[in-house]
T-cell receptor, first 112, second 112 residues
Framework: DSGVTQTPKHLITATGQRVTLRCSPR?????VYWYQQSLDQGLQFLIQ???????AKGNILERFSAQQFPDLHSELNLSSLELGDSALYFC???????????FGPGTRLLVL | DQQVKQNSPSLSVQEGRISILNCDYT??????FLWYKKYPAEGPTFLIS?????DKNEDGRFTVFLNKSAKHLSLHIVPSQPGDSAVYFC???????????FGPGTRLSVLP
């Protein structure tokens, strides 16, 4: 158990809809990262937050947005969903040393 | 443009033998590298890391070698065990822990 929690575990929705994925980092970790893993693909970095502020952006679509709240949990919002958005979405957190990232179990999103 | 490559999608090794997983990168600014292991339905878990000031790092059965001139790193697992069967991701960062770029992964199967 990495200490990073993600909800929900599974999500099935339709094209055009909007969903919110939630992540709680390990206790004390200020950095939260979001990744997308499509079928048989590597992990694509989406976005990083540090103590409530956006720190780095990767291949995140404009239809996607994220935020980190004062209690350090983070939400990833996916809107106008398309079939190609079906993927595993991982959240990770890291401590002040940033030597490694601890991953949550992921949310499996299926867009029908 | 794939900055981190793992050219072998899969690898099979006999139990007790050495497993060698390879990773190549193109960005000469990368200065910190990690290996993650991922089991099905779980998030990636950190295995071992190496910074660019070293050429080798060892942790039990796991050793990572870095060849900066060749922009190549490898993970050696000795001896391989059936429980090592998983997907292994190589990741690299140019900012010591920020903006990790992941490779596509190599699926290792250790046969009893």
């Amino acid at each position: 158990d990495s200490g990073v929690t993600q909800t929900p575990k599974h999500l099935i929705t339709a094209t055009g809809q909007r969903v919110t994925l939630r992540c709680s980092p390990r206790s004390g970790d200020l950095s939260v990262y979001w990744y997308q893993q499509s079928l048989d693909q590597g992990l694509q970095f989406l976005i990083q937050y540090y103590n409530g502020e956006e720190r780095a952006k990767g291949n995140i679509l404009e239809r996607f947005s994220a935020q980190q709240f004062p209690d350090l949990h983070s939400e990833l919002n996916l809107s106008s969903l398309e079939l190609g958005d079906s993927a595993l979405y991982f959240c990770a957190s890291s401590g002040p040393e940033k030597e490694t990232q601890y991953f949550g179990p992921g949310t499996r999103l299926l867009v029908l | 443009d794939q900055q981190v490559k793992q050219n072998s999608p899969s690898l099979s090794v006999q139990e007790g033998r050495i497993s060698i997983l390879n990773c190549d990168y193109t960005n000469s600014m990368f200065d910190y590298f990690l290996w993650y292991k991922k089991y099905p339905a779980e998030g990636p878990t950190f295995l071992i890391s190496i910074s660019s000031i070293k050429d080798k790092n060892e942790d039990g059965r796991f050793t990572v070698f870095l060849n900066k001139s060749a922009k190549h790193l490898s993970l050696h697992i000795v001896p391989s065990q059936p429980g090592d069967s998983a997907v292994y991701f190589c990741a690299a960062s140019a900012n010591y822990g920020q903006n990790f770029v992941f490779g596509p992964g190599t699926r290792l199967s250790v046969l009893p």
